[in-house]
């Protein structure tokens, strides 16, 4: 069964204007974590934004904001004042503490696209 | 943050050879490594996990004989592909856990091709 989905393969948006990429987990562990990684062209991965699932508050990184809803298992992250510089792929990621030894499981993916 | 260093950042090797991939953790040390492989467009699919003296973890159908990983120290993690085929041509990433720590620190990535 898919741990992490991510359901939007593309999006795109306009220069300056927010956007919301989902992500949705699944897991029976107590105690996890959920990541936000950005990937350009380049390759490498850049953490972006952190939420562990015993925080009470939405986790917030300048313009990277995570909605964390738990009851409904989604984690999905809102770049406010969008830049050209963040057309990328988007991973959402889990890590289960006591399930799966702490690896690190991502999602499928969203390809941003920024437009001027 | 932390550093996590992978070299080669790409290497094109022929058909039948082997080819070896280093993952250092430059100023930490990391009890845990992992390895990724990632086609392009898709998402990074875990290969292994490697934690330093003792054998890795595959992930199931990852080829332990084909995809070798020794882990000698706790800042070095090397991915070995044996008897590479192009089909094995991709892009190879690892990461490493910090314990006590939350993030995953990633290394810049390898970029295998086999002619």
């Known amino acids: 069964a898919q741990k992490i989905t991510q359901t939007q393969p593309g999006m795109f948006v306009q220069e300056k204007e927010a956007v919301t990429l989902d992500c949705t987990y699944d897991t029976s562990d107590p105690s996890y974590g959920l990541f936000w990684y950005k990937q350009p062209s380049s390759g490498e991965m850049i953490f972006l934004i952190y939420q562990g699932s015993y925080d009470q508050q939405n986790a917030t990184e300048g313009r990277y904001s995570l909605n964390f809803q738990k009851a409904r298992k989604s984690a999905n992250l809102v770049i406010s004042a969008s830049q050209l510089g963040d057309s990328a792929m988007y991973f959402c990621a889990m890590r289960e503490v006591y399930n799966q030894g702490g690896k690190l499981i991502f999602g499928q993916g969203t390809e941003l696209s920024v437009k001027p | 943050g932390a550093v996590v260093s992978q070299h080669p950042s790409w290497v094109i090797c022929k058909s039948g050879t082997s080819v070896k991939i280093e993952c250092r953790s430059l100023?930490?040390?990391?009890?845990?490594m992992f390895w990724y492989r990632q086609f392009p467009k898709q998402s990074l699919m875990l290969m292994a996990t490697?934690?330093?003296?003792?054998?890795?973890?595959?992930e199931q159908g990852v080829e332990k004989d084909k995809f070798l990983i020794n882990h000698a120290s706790l800042t070095l993690s090397t991915l070995t592909v044996t008897s590479a085929h192009p089909e094995d041509s991709s892009f190879y990433i690892c990461?490493?856990?910090?314990?006590?720590?939350?993030?995953?620190?990633f290394g810049q990535g390898t970029r295998l091709t086999v002619v």
């Open positions: 100023d930490f040390q990391a009890t845990t």
């Open positions: 490697s934690n330093e003296g003792s054998k890795a973890t595959y």
């Open positions: 990461s490493a856990a910090v314990q006590e720590n939350t993030e995953a620190f």
